[in-house]
């Protein structure tokens, strides 16, 4: 299997498990999204927590869940990879003047940034609302349901959350627009009819998902 | 004796150039002034006369590739003012035109910098990396004679004239030294597509994309994250649809070839 | 020394195969065993580096480029010739042949020129299985169009960049053969001079541009294809680098020059605009078929112009001068290059010239631009259109174009026999480094056929039946003929760093260029050409005295390569002055104003000047000598060139 393994180490290959696993990612962040959309419904949380209750023992959903893992692990292995190999190409004598601003845009070059950034929050995130759904103590709700929805409202209530959590969603949102068109670049799917869909398509989706997510907290926040 | 312009004034500019003795040494930024550039020179003119300045004097003048001086022969490469070419899109250096400056600037002018073009001095750098590429498969391997008649196979005008824009590239490496990455896919991808849309390409079709991404990525250039810096500055608009072809192109090669290394 | 140009007996048309079944042939077992050096990797160079080495032979192939990609055949923008007859309007290998020899002002060998165009139906073939994107009709077909005054379409294209796609197509068969280890490519390496062995050609000496290290190669045999003199005049369309080194070297090694001063003026450049300037700028050809060339009627509409006092839309129809329409009725803007230049010339002349300098005239496009629109003119000529704004800052769609003549090929070069073999045995010279195909003038188009034809059909056959007669022993540069051009080119450059005085080689560059032009350009005249040959005299011995050069041999030094390629046009230009001064006649881009028609054309003393006129070195300042090969035209009619 030596040809695998030298095709996916390639430059190309990096590519392409960047564009396959960030294009997981992104279903991922649709169905996360549909799901979160519970929030709004005004049942003090009942359907939110049945829903997270499936999520959360469902054995489809939690085989999946390893799937997920593996996706973000090789993403952001692979960005380090990229970045190294990348980093190393471009030399150790840098341009004393050098106005790249004047021919790319700026998240296409801070990809790696903007990833970081959502690392964190991930990482904040997970630990605030996964980490203590599944392996901490939460009280039941009316149906028996571990109450997920009351932590999420609690913790939406703290201005430093929600600011983090807005910041982090204008970052993915960033982040998906370079990235979104992106992995259909380096998939090599690309045709005079179809790519300007895409992109347009990339743009929309980057916006709608971000501003879905940054609208919960900011729901609870101000409005609840 | 003005050109088109004659109302065009000489201009007095600051240059701070890269002066590097060799590849072993280290380099640096020198500045020199230049008096009574005329608008009408072209940009390597100007150098040619802060070389001629610099000659009588004593001083060595400053080394920089160029030749045709009609963008086409992919020789000149400086980086100008943070700009692989300049700041003119779609133009080499040798275009480049000083009433593009004003009186008063300062122009910084830097080599093309990345791992895989090593400085030879000054403003001349090491560009056989992309010669090695095309070495590893950018040919049909016809030998001369024995072929069939030119209009023997047809093919269509919208192919011809795509794999035409793609084969316009001039190696010059202008996509090299803008990438952030110094990524040399826009100049593989160029070639990758010229032949793949041709029905001559075709017979060696998955071992030309294997071959030429293995030894682009031994040369030590980085791997395209899809900027699109390379484009931008490309002097002769290579478009970044070719990186696309070269991305489906080596998927298509790694995923049926039988090729096991 | 007896000229023999070993053309093969029988009849034109069946010369070349004849030829090609006499040749001796090298058993293929023994094909490794020749090792063959090709200088030069342009379109001639790269393409018969390329066929050498698919045959077996080992090539070492050497380019003062960094990558042969870059050589200057890639500027050739118009197209390439070829007998394809794909357009049913006539053309044929005959008619190809007979339009050369014509367009040369027959100056050029009738078995060369046949066997040109009887090979330029394979080049096409060749290049397009190579993948050379060339110009298709919607139906699949290539596509053609007329160039250059042609009477029919044979020309094929690639848009503006023909060259570069021709050049990358043997760049990249090149590259095949370097990948097999066949051809053992050097890059950034010049040769500076020629190893004869026992009266053969056997190695070169060389410098690294980049080390400067000095290296002895030795083969079978050296082929030379190092493109042409342009480069004299210092303002040319030819790159920066071109140079006469290469062939200059061999010529003084024993190498006759042929017909140095034949060059080729193009009528449609961009004009000088100034001291700095370094080269010229074509404008393609092609340009023509739809451009009006003009120049005010009076010499005060013109003077009144170059003062800016009015601008030229404003000049009325009637006041406006089409002359070559005028003059030409039948060719109109389409004559060929000379007789274009030398009007253009006149106008000026005469002081109806326009621009700053008054040495331009215009090329107009509002007519073709109101038939089909602006969009219309972009699709065929946007890029040329771009590239003149570009250099002039003036916008052709809106005013036209001003054009002046500029020195752009040269038809002059190494004297070759039919196999392209110079006066030296196992010496080469293909592409526009011999003399051989275009007579005293070429065709658009031409250039790019001739370069390819040499190199991928012609060199492969003749150089075989030397190498067959030449025993497949190793050659080494043990013999000491190797040391003592060594130690000659180390002198030269010890030399040219050591004067250190204050003139740059640019600066007597410039100088050459500039008493070239006056005297040897476009007109020529007896008197003229004395008083160059006294400044070109006067010019190389303050060159040897007064030259500054600084730096040191062991790194890139660009100024010391320009130093010694000057050393050497100063020596060559004045060659073409004495050449052109022995040829009393008019002939192509020969014009001597004591031989014209009443109406100013070209005339040629065909009873005289029915030859080849080939150079001899002698030594350091000493005469050159004089040998004549004389043309013999059995299937052509001299006849005195009419466009009226």
Redesign the interface.
């Known amino acids: 299997m030596s040809w695998l393994s030298n095709a996916l180490t390639s430059s190309i290959g990096r590519k392409i498990i960047m564009a396959v696993t960030g294009l997981f990612l992104c279903s991922f962040l649709v169905v996360h999204l549909v799901g979160n959309l519970q929030l709004f419904k005004n049942d003090g949380g009942a359907a939110f927590n049945i829903y997270s209750h499936f999520m959360g023992t469902n054995p489809i959903i939690r085989t999946l869940e390893i799937v997920l893992l593996l996706g973000f692990a090789f993403h952001i292995y692979e960005a380090v990879a990229l970045t190294g190999k990348n980093r190393a190409a471009r030399g150790s004598q840098g341009y004393v003047v050098n106005h790249i601003e004047q021919n790319s845009p700026w998240q296409s070059r801070n990809m790696g940034l903007l990833g970081t950034v959502i690392l964190i929050f991930l990482l904040v995130h997970l630990y605030n609302f996964f980490y203590r759904a599944r392996f901490g103590e939460l009280d039941p709700d009316i149906n028996n349901n571990a109450d997920l929805y009351t932590l999420v409202v609690s913790s939406f209530h703290q201005w430093w959350y929600v600011l983090l959590y807005v910041l982090a969603q204008v970052a993915l949102c960033y982040h998906l627009i370079h990235g979104f068109k992106s992995a259909f670049q380096s998939l090599g799917l690309t045709h005079r009819k179809y790519t300007p869909f895409v992109t347009y398509l990339g743009y929309a989706f980057s916006v709608l998902v971000c501003a879905g997510f940054a609208a919960m907290p900011l729901y609870f926040f101000f409005l609840q | ?6 109302n065009a004034k000489p201009m007095n500019l600051t240059l701070k150039v890269w002066r590097q ?2 590849r072993q040494t280290q380099g640096n930024i020198v500045d020199y002034q230049v008096r009574d550039i ?1 608008p ?3 940009f ?2 100007m150098l ?2 802060l070389n ?1 300045d610099l ?2 004097k ?4 400053v ?1 920089f ?11 000149c490469n400086l980086f100008i003012n943070g700009r692989a070419h300049g700041p003119e899109p ?2 080499t250096t040798c ?1 480049l ?1 000083m ?1 593009k400056f004003s009186d008063g600037d300062t122009i910084t002018i830097e080599p093309w910098r990345a791992e895989a073009f090593p400085v ?2 000054d403003l ?1 750098v ?3 990396a ?2 090695r590429i ?3 498969g ?8 024995g ?5 023997e ?5 919208s192919i ?2 795509q ?2 824009d793609a ?2 590239c ?2 010059c490496g202008a996509c090299v030294a803008a990438c952030k990455n110094a990524s040399a896919m826009l100049f593989v991808s160029a070639k990758v597509s ?2 793949a849309l ?1 029905p ?2 075709q017979v060696e079709r998955k071992t030309r994309v294997e071959n030429m991404i293995a030894q682009m990525d031994k040369e030590g250039f980085g791997a395209c994250t899809n900027i699109g810096s390379c484009a931008a500055e490309c002097p002769v608009g290579i478009s970044l649809e070719n990186i696309a072809i070269l991305n489906r192109e080596f998927l298509a090669a790694k995923a049926t070839s039988n090729n096991l290394a | 020394m007896n000229l023999d140009a070993k053309i093969p007996e029988g009849p034109l048309a069946e010369k070349w195969d004849k030829h090609k079944f006499n040749v001796k042939l090298v058993n293929p077992a023994n094909k490794r065993k020749y090792d063959v050096i090709v200088v030069g990797t342009g379109l001639a160079g790269a ?1 018969a580096a ?2 050498l080495a ?1 045959l077996g032979y080992n090539v070492k192939a050497f380019s003062f ?8 055949s ?2 050739a923008q118009g197209g390439i010739n070829a007998a ?1 007859n ?1 357009q049913n309007d006539g053309d044929s290998v005959h008619r190809l042949f007979y339009d050369t020899i014509k367009g040369g002002d027959y100056r050029a060998r009738e078995a060369n020129v046949y066997r040109l165009a009887q090979v330029s139906v ?1 080049i ?19 596509a053609n169009r007329s160039f250059g005054g042609a009477q029919v379409s044979r020309t094929f294209y ?2 503006g ?1 023909t ?3 021709l050049l ?1 197509g043997a ?3 090149l ?2 053969q ?2 097999y280890g066949k051809v053992k ?1 050097y ?1 950034r390496t010049e040769m500076l001079d020629l190893v004869i062995v026992d009266g053969q050609a056997r190695g070169i000496i060389t410098r690294n541009l ?1 080390t400067g290290e000095i290296q002895q190669h030795a083969a079978h045999a050296v082929v030379l294809a190092t493109g042409g003199y342009g480069n004299v005049f210092y303002l040319s369309t030819n ?3 071109s140079n006469a080194t290469a062939a200059w070297r061999a010529h003084k090694k024993g190498a006759l020059f042929a017909n140095p001063c034949f060059t080729q003026i193009h009528p449609t450049c961009i004009p000088v ?7 010229l ?2 404008m393609s050809e092609s340009l023509r078929n739809d451009g009006r060339v003009w120049v005010p009627k009076t010499v005060e509409m013109a003077e009144r112009l170059r003062r ?1 006092e009015i601008h030229v839309n404003d000049i009325k129809e009637e006041d406006r001068d089409y002359f070559l329409e005028r003059k030409y009725p039948a060719f109109g803007n389409l004559v060929p290059r000379d007789v274009a230049s030398r009007n253009a010339k006149m106008m000026c002349d005469e002081g109806r010239g326009v ?3 008054g040495l331009a005239v215009f090329l107009d496009f509002s007519e073709i631009i109101k038939r089909i629109g602006a969009d219309g003119v972009s699709q065929k000529y946007g890029n040329l259109f ?2 003149y704004e ?5 916008d052709p769609y809106k005013q036209p174009m001003r054009i002046y003549p500029a020195v752009h090929y040269t038809m002059g070069g190494l004297w070759v026999d039919y196999n392209l073999q110079t006066t030296v045995p196992g010496l080469y010279a293909t592409g526009e480094c011999n003399f051989s195909d275009h007579g005293a003038n070429r065709l658009g188009a031409s250039a790019l056929m001739q370069g390819l034809a040499d190199g ?2 012609v060199i ?1 056959y003749t150089i075989g039946d030397y190498l067959a007669q030449t025993p497949p022993k190793p050659v080494t540069t043990e013999h000491p003929a190797f040391k003592e051009a060594e130690a000659n080119v180390r002198a030269q450059i010890q030399k040219l760093m050591s004067i250190n005085g ?1 003139r ?1 080689p ?2 007597f560059h410039k100088a050459l260029g500039h008493i070239m032009w006056e005297y040897c350009g476009m007109a020529r005249t007896a008197e003229g050409l004395q008083h160059a040959k006294q400044e070109i005299q006067k010019l190389r011995k303050a060159f040897w005295s007064d030259l ?1 050069v ?2 040191v041999n062991e ?2 030094n ?2 010391l390569e320009k130093a010694a390629r000057v050393a050497d046009f100063l020596e060559l230009g004045e060659l073409m002055v004495d050449d052109a001064y022995n040829r009393n006649e008019s002939c192509g881009g020969h014009f001597r104003e004591e031989y014209q028609t009443p109406e100013g054309e070209a005339l040629r003393d065909d009873e005289h000047y029915a030859y080849v006129a080939a150079w001899e070195w002698r030594g350091e300042n000493q005469p050159e000598v004089l040998h004549k090969e004389n043309l013999v035209f059995e299937n052509v009619k001299l006849t005195q060139r009419s466009y009226k």
Request: hydrophobic share 30%.
């Open positions: 004796m003005a050109g088109s312009n004659p003795k060799n005329s009408d020179m072209s390597l003119e040619d006369v001629e000659l009588r004593g001083e060595e003048p080394a590739d160029h030749d045709c001086r009609e963008g086409i022969c992919g020789s779609g133009t275009q035109h009433r030879n001095k001349s090491d560009r056989s992309f010669d095309i070495q590893a950018g040919y049909v391997s016809v030998n001369t004679g072929v069939p008649d030119a209009n196979i047809p093919i269509p005008k011809a004239d794999a035409f084969a316009t001039i190696g010229q032949l041709l001559q390409g | 393409s390329a066929s698919e480029h960094d990558s042969p990609r870059r050589a200057h890639i500027a394809k794909y394979n096409i073939d060749q290049c397009v299985a190579q993948g050379v994107p060339f110009a298709r009709e919607y139906g699949g077909l290539l690639a848009r960049q060259g570069q796609q990358l760049y990249s068969a590259s095949r370097i990948a490519m890059n980049i790159a920066k680098y605009s100034g001291d700095y300037q370094s080269k700028t074509l800016n621009g700053a300098s771009a590239m570009k250099i002039t800052d003036e991928y059909f492969p204050t740059t640019d600066d500054k600084v730096g790194e890139l660009q100024t």
